[in-house]
Every structure is written in C-alpha cells, then in structure tokens.
C-alpha cells in the first residue's frame, strides 16, 4: 500500500478502496502466528459478514470466482456425460468450470439490449443431458432469473448464478443476485466490487450443497461441515495415526486467512463501495443524453444495477462513420482512462477452439480431453456474433468525484467531437 511520511494513503493510488479494517484485521491473523489456520477464524468471521448481508445461511469462501464455479457445478453432481448452459458472452473461466467438472458447456445466445443470457434460447438449448444453467450477471446486471427460475424448475435443473461482476444488484422483484438460484458465486479478484487480492466466495440456503461446497474445496476434510472448514477439533484425535482424515473428494481452494481478513473489511464497506460505481454510472448517463449512437446497457424497470462497468453497445460507426477504436482513441485524448471491449466469446477463444478440434488443452502433449472432441459443433449464437465486437466499457472504480467528471466530461468531449464532424 502506498503512504506519504503521515501515513496516510496517497490520494491517486487505488488505495482507497481499503481504507477501513483491513490492516486491522490482517495484523490479527499475523499476529495470532497463522493460529487461526485450523480453526479458519478469520474465514468464519468474513463468512458470516457475507452471508448475513446477502441473507443467506451459509457463505463458504474459495481461492477464485472460477474454483467457486466448479465447487457449485460438482456439489449439483454435473459430471461427464452431463450438459450445464451458460451464455456464449462471458469470460472464458465459465466454461473451463464446467470443462473441469468433466461436463460439456452449452452456449445460449444473448439479449442485444441487456447483454445477458436469453432465457428464451436457454430452453430452446435444452437436451436430456442437462444438468444446470449458469446465468452470468454481466457488467453488474441481473439477468431475468424470473424467467431462467420456471425454467429451471419445469426441467428440474440446478442454478448457479455467477455473480462475480454483480454485488447488490437486483432483479426486478428486488432480489439480490446470487440469491435467487441454489447457489451464487462471487469473485473478489482485485478489479471486482470488493476485493481479497484475488478469492472467491459462494453463498447458499440449502445445508447440503454448502457442506458439499466446503468439501470439495477442502480436500474432502470428514470433519468439514456446511458451517465451517475447521478440520482440526481435537489435537490427540488428529495426531492419531488411526486417523481417517478424508470422506469425500476434493481439491485445495481454501481461502488464505490474511485475504479472508481483508474479506470482511471489504464486507464492512461494500454498500458504500458499490455506491460508489453506481454514481459515476449516472455521470456516464448525463453524458449520453440525448446520444442515440452509445447506447447504454438496459435496466430492467424496478432492476439495480451495480455497475461492476459501465458498459454500452457503440453504434457509433453505423450512425457516425467513426470506428469503435477511433472513438476510443478520442475519449482518451480528452482525459478518459480507457475504453475495454467485451471478451470474445467463449467458444471463440483458441483454446475452446483447440479442444473443440483436437480434444486437447496444448498444442503440443497428448489429447487429454477426447471427450469434448467436436463439442462445439451445433452452437449458435448470431445475437452474441453481432454483439461483442459493439460492446464498450466504461471504469466505474474511481474514488473521488474529480476523476470522476474527468471520465464523464471526456465522454461528452468525444461524442460532441464526432457530433460536430458529423453535422
């Protein structure tokens, strides 16, 4: 972290997004010497911080927003042979989830107007083989889980709903995403709403998916149970070389106890870090008014946005002569940070295309993934096609109203620029 000679977090640092209980609470993990490890003290607290905030009854935190999926997708019992759906516009780590898992990804198609998974081709991707549906609340929107639930429900398939993008937003009925399905899952990467340095973390209300959750990421631990990770409860028992340790089987997700410690500092502060993009979300809208060549991503009427970014389908060529990267350059001429594009997507990516070829997942060993050989023959996504090359996003993780207006007023300095030319 950086400090000037007081102490005090340089202001232009993206310090300020930890600024509450973090050094705190990490220097009671040092200096309980690491103690807390068997216990997951540290863990336990930051768990019960998340859960209680989203209401749900049990939280079980993980290395990674990826490590969480596979937790999800193996707790629901998807293996090989087994179908799980998830949009084609994503990031790539959705479907090496459901790759890890030995199952086979499906790609449904998107809705142009909010940039997420169609419910409508969700059931139209639907075979005997599935097993899940992985809606992925992209840039901060929840996607129309009303619709993705009856859904579910009429094929009897289980949700997991990735929220990695996504802390606080809402459905149109007020839900939170990562509530509505079986299970939400969290990324606390460092770009995310809050962040452990790089973590993951799932929430649940049903027992047994939390105890299978907590297993699998555990190392199938015997003494794990949906509440906790302690494995060690009684030294002369775990000391025993009589002692059977593993019941299940698992892999080593486990969340550090010195991320875990920043973990509940940023639970402190999330209504207020989440505030945060959300108010340079509305300069981005004052900005765009009356623009009819950047369109923003649709809110559903009642839905909140959480803005993880501002993102927006640039029409800017079609209506203005000006291309996606010409806009971009402009923008930044004027002050802005940076205009990222949208993931090709998933089943786009080279490696997605090798397996998909070769049933392998290097070029240059042996075929280890026969089984997705040809995995991608059918897919079908013409929506997503003609999106993603359209797609720009906005930063939203500025921390003071100054950077702030820089962003919004390089926004306005672009499209007035090109406005002009154009007229």
């Known amino acids: 972290m950086a400090h000037t000679k007081k102490n005090r977090f340089v202001k232009t640092s993206n310090s300020w997004r930890f600024r509450g209980n973090e050094v705190k609470y990490v220097r009671e993990v040092l200096n309980s010497g690491f103690g807390s490890s068997t216990s997951g003290n540290m863990n336990q607290r930051y768990e019960r911080a998340f859960s209680g905030r989203f209401g749900t009854k049990y939280a079980v935190t993980s290395n990674s927003g990826t490590s969480t999926l596979h937790q999800a997708l193996?707790?629901?019992?998807?293996?090989?042979?087994?179908?799980?759906?998830?949009?084609a516009l994503?990031?790539?780590m959705c479907g090496y989830a459901v790759i890890h898992a030995g199952a086979r990804p499906v790609f449904a198609d998107v809705d142009p107007d909010t940039f997420l998974i169609d419910p409508k081709d969700i059931e139209r991707k639907i075979t005997s083989r599935t097993k899940a549906i992985m809606p992925v609340h992209l840039y901060g929107q929840v996607c129309d889980m009303r619709s993705i639930m009856k859904i579910a429900k009429k094929h009897r398939l289980a949700v997991v709903e990735d929220c990695a993008q996504c802390y606080l937003g809402t459905d149109d009925t007020g839900r939170l995403g990562g509530t509505i399905g079986d299970v939400g899952s969290f990324s606390t990467e460092?770009?995310?709403h809050i962040s452990t340095g790089d973590g993951g973390?799932?929430?649940?209300?049903?027992?047994?998916?939390?105890?299978?959750?907590?297993?699998?990421?555990?190392?199938?631990?015997?003494?794990?149970?949906?509440?906790?990770?302690?494995?060690?409860?009684?030294k002369d028992t775990f000391q025993d070389p009589k002692y059977?340790?593993?019941?299940?089987?698992?892999?080593?997700?486990r969340l550090p106890e010195v991320a875990a410690a920043?973990?509940?500092?940023?639970?402190?502060?999330?209504?207020?870090?989440?505030?945060?993009?959300?108010?340079?979300?509305?300069?981005?809208?004052?900005?765009?008014?009356?623009?009819?060549?950047?369109?923003p991503q649709r809110v559903p009427k009642g839905s909140i946005n959480s803005y993880y970014t501002f993102a927006v389908r640039y029409e800017g060529e079609k209506k203005r002569g000006?291309?996606?990267?010409?806009?971009?350059?402009?923008?930044?001429?004027?002050g802005g940070d940076g205009i990222y594009a949208a993931w090709a997507l998933v089943y786009n990516e080279p490696i997605m295309q090798l397996i998909n070829k070769k049933g392998a997942f290097f070029p240059g060993l042996p075929n280890q993934?026969?089984?997705?050989?040809?995995?991608?023959?059918?897919?079908?996504?013409?929506k997503a096609e003609k999106l993603q090359p359209l797609i720009m996003q906005f930063t939203t993780n500025q921390g003071i109203e100054k950077d702030m207006d820089l962003q919004m007023n390089a926004l306005k300095k672009a499209i007035r620029f090109f406005d002009e030319q154009y007229t």
């Open 90 to 92: 994503t990031v790539v």
């Open 322 to 334: 000006v291309s996606w990267y010409n806009f971009r350059k402009k923008f930044m001429e004027f």
């Open 201 to 234: 973390i799932l929430i649940t209300n049903s027992e047994v998916l939390a105890e299978r959750m907590r297993k699998f990421g555990g190392m199938g631990f015997k003494n794990i149970r949906a509440q906790n990770g302690q494995v060690r409860k009684n």
């Open 262 to 295: 920043i973990g509940l500092a940023q639970v402190e502060q999330i209504d207020f870090l989440v505030r945060k993009r959300q108010q340079i979300a509305a300069k981005y809208l004052k900005a765009l008014k009356g623009c009819d060549w950047i369109i």
């Open 74 to 87: 193996m707790a629901f019992g998807v293996g090989p042979g087994d179908e799980v759906i998830l949009p």
């Open 190 to 192: 460092n770009s995310k």
């Open 244 to 253: 059977l340790r593993h019941d299940t089987f698992g892999y080593n997700y």
């Open 369 to 382: 993934a026969r089984q997705f050989k040809g995995y991608l023959k059918r897919v079908s996504c013409p």
